[in-house]
T-cell receptor, first 109, second 113 residues
Framework: QKEVEQDPGPLSVPEGAIVSLNCTYS??????FMWYRQYSRKGPELLMY????GNKEDGRFTAQVDKSSKYISLFIRDSQPSDSATYLC?????????FGSGTKLNVKP | SQTIHQWPATLVQPVGSPLSLECTVE??????LYWYRQAAGRGLQLLFY??????ISSEVPQNLSASRPQDRQFILSSKKLLLSDSGFYLC????????????FGDGTRLSIL
């Protein structure tokens, strides 16, 4: 079983839709959770960084962590064509980092 | 603010040739440095990480090596490239300390012919 599972998509939505991206994990020792956005032929860019269970909001982005279910989500409100990218979840346990394989999102104008 | 530079952006090399990819970080001291390879649909594979000058940990035995000759410089090398070394190579840095998020460069797309 992989440490981190993420649906590869692609996920296609119309502009303005609310997008939900998700990851599940198996190791209850993970402490910190991250979401990265990666445009084609570019490196991943850190979007959100959270520690505890609950929600963290930054503009149109909300990261949600449910440690009891080992499930994290990223919500994007009022999605824009510029949000079209691959989104990777990541989590860490001390200095070991584990990345999901990414979900490709396409927001259609 | 901190920035990370990685070059070249694209590289085409023949099988059996040597390799040197360079990564430098600006605006921070004593960062942790990482080399990853990203394969399509398979996520990020950690190759090497370093917590200080001359300190390199290898995660996956392979045809590659890494060196950190200066605090903010990280180099990925190979003496003889294999076809299987093709891929997208990413350098990343993080602040010293546990669970610090990593920040990535824009990568090098390496094609072996």
């Amino acid at each position: 079983q992989k440490e981190v599972e993420q649906d590869p998509g692609p996920l296609s939505v119309p502009e303005g839709a609310i997008v939900s991206l998700n990851c599940t994990y198996s190791n209850s020792a993970f402490q910190y959770f991250m979401w990265y956005r990666q445009y084609s032929r570019k490196g991943p860019e850190l979007l959100m960084y959270t520690y505890s269970s609950g929600n963290k909001e930054d503009g149109r982005f909300t990261a949600q962590v449910d440690k009891s279910s080992k499930y994290i989500s990223l919500f994007i409100r009022d999605s824009q064509p510029s949000d079209s990218a691959t989104y990777l979840c990541a989590m860490s346990n001390f200095n070991k980092f584990y990345f999901g394989s990414g979900t490709k999102l396409n927001v259609k104008p | 603010s901190q920035t990370i530079h990685q070059w070249p952006a694209t590289l085409v090399q023949p099988v059996g040739s040597p390799l040197s990819l360079e990564c430098t970080v600006e605006g921070t001291s004593n960062p942790n440095l990482y080399w990853y390879r990203q394969a399509a649909g398979r996520g990020l594979q950690l190759l090497f990480y370093s917590v200080g000058i001359g300190q390199i940990s290898s995660e996956v035995p392979q045809n590659l090596s890494a060196s950190r000759p200066q605090d903010r410089q990280f180099i990925l090398s190979s003496k003889k490239l294999l076809l299987s070394d093709s891929g997208f190579y990413l350098c990343a840095w993080s602040k010293t300390g546990l669970n610090q998020p990593q920040h990535f460069g824009d990568g090098t797309r390496l094609s072996i012919l």
